[in-house]
Nanobody
């Protein structure tokens, strides 16, 4: 019954902005850390940004200063504001949820219990 649905991806020119959203259902949102991960063809899946149930955050070095993660617990929604987009940001972006009982680093994808279908982000030069 748990479902994570991403939206907001699309095609944008370099230097532009996008805001991704992830709406969760079937879980107690406040009990989960949330994360955004991405995977490009031929590359490993990587953590982009994560946020815990208490507001602690993680950002990949490649996106610091450009991306901002946030959550609205009243709406069961996770956001990723992406500014100054670069062609190397092109990837499929996935939303994931991790129960607070798990204590590994926020950036470890293997720690996450649930995953969305993903949304494609393509940045043209």
């Amino acid at each position: 019954q748990v479902r994570l649905v991403e939206s907001g991806g699309g095609l944008v020119q370099a230097g532009g902005s996008l805001r991704l959203s992830c709406t969760a259902s079937g879980l107690t949102f406040d009990d989960y850390a949330m994360g955004w991960f991405r995977q490009a063809p031929g590359k490993e899946r990587e953590a982009v940004s994560c946020i815990s149930w208490n507001g602690s955050t993680y950002y990949a070095d490649s996106v610091k200063g450009r991306f901002t993660i946030s959550r609205d617990n009243a709406k069961n929604t996770l956001y990723l504001q992406m500014n100054s987009l670069k062609p190397e940001d092109t990837a499929r972006y996935y939303c994931a949820a991790r129960d607070k009982a798990l204590h590994g680093p926020l950036s470890w994808s293997s720690e996450y219990n649930y995953w969305g279908q993903g949304t494609q982000v393509t940045v043209s030069s």
